[in-house]
């Protein structure tokens, strides 16, 4: 797939404290001269302090709207607000074709995940205070946008079933027979932090060697490998398999230990470090037939 975001930079809307609670020029445009009144009544409503954020727009498929560009909405501050929070107002109050994914809006779902002032975060769980302003937010890097802030999941969704994400059995008992499959408390704790994956995708486009390897697992599926290649109760044929699967080409050597998968998840996964355990286990593994 390729990395089609749109370079945002030149497409700037231009800055104007008079647009307070508004839209872009551009955007105005399109839906005619009555929303700017509405608009500019709206803003002058607002009373307290605001948060200025800048927000990437593009729809492929309205005329006139193809053209990447940043739109600006001053929004009510509220202690306790998330970036999150902050785009649904714009979107509920000044413009309800601003389109995103949102589901749980407490780091559960994994949709919310944008690029926020220069990095990737989950937006619920990001607050406003914490954030310089104006807040700039932008669709996550190196995926195709589809719609404003939405980008294109199904390559990061394909990698992660590359690796099998569901647990294997080398002998299932008969469904008469099934026993509940007991792990033991060291092993938890080993492959506790790996199980918190969301599937946001903050760690792939993250990744300056997934950016140029289209090919490559990326840290959320080699670590979703890792949850399973390090469950003992799969047993070592399964392991095997798991580690045939990421020592191919585009599998764990790729990654080149720049940590910056580690540092944008929001579940605080040690990613760089699972994918070190993994070279040594694959090491490991071909050692035995030498
Ligand atoms: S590993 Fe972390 S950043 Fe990557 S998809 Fe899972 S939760 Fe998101
Ligand atoms: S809305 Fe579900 S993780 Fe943010």
């Known amino acids: 797939m390729s990395t089609q975001q749109a370079e945002p930079e030149s497409q700037e809307a231009p800055e104007d404290p008079a647009m307070k609670g508004a839209e872009s020029p551009a955007a105005e445009e399109q839906k005619g001269g009555g929303m700017v009144d509405e608009h500019a009544e709206k803003a002058a409503e607002l009373e307290g302090e605001t948060v200025h954020i800048k927000v990437f727009r593009y729809d492929p498929e309205v005329e006139g709207k193809q053209e990447p560009r940043f739109d600006d909405f001053h929004v009510p501050f509220e202690k306790g607000m998330t970036v999150l929070d902050s785009v649904m107002y714009a979107r509920d109050e000044y413009d309800s074709s601003l389109t995103f994914r949102h589901s749980c809006r407490q780091a559960v779902c994994g949709s919310d995940a944008f690029f926020v002032n220069g990095k990737q975060r989950l937006g619920c769980k990001t607050q406003i205070s914490d954030l310089e302003q104006p807040v700039r937010i932008e669709p996550l890097p190196h995926q195709e946008v589809v719609k404003d802030l939405v980008v294109d999941m199904d390559h990061f969704y394909d990698q992660m079933h590359t690796v099998e994400p569901y647990f294997q059995d080398e002998d299932t008992p008969p469904v008469d027979d099934l026993e509940e499959q007991r792990q033991s408390q060291e092993n938890r704790e080993k492959i506790k932090m790996s199980s918190r994956c969301i599937w946001c995708g903050a760690c792939m486009s993250s990744c300056n060697i ?81």
């Open 210 to 290: 997934a950016a140029g390897d289209n090919e490559y697992l990326g840290p959320a599926a080699i670590n979703k490998a890792y949850k399973f290649a390090m469950d003992d109760r799969e047993g070592e044929e399964i392991k095997e398999h798991r580690l045939r699967i990421l020592e191919q080409e585009h599998g764990v050597w790729r990654c080149q230990t720049q940590f910056s998968c580690t540092e944008v998840c929001p579940k605080d996964i040690p990613l760089t470090e699972h994918i070190q355990e993994l070279k040594r286990e694959a090491v490991k593994k071909n050692l035995k037939f030498w």
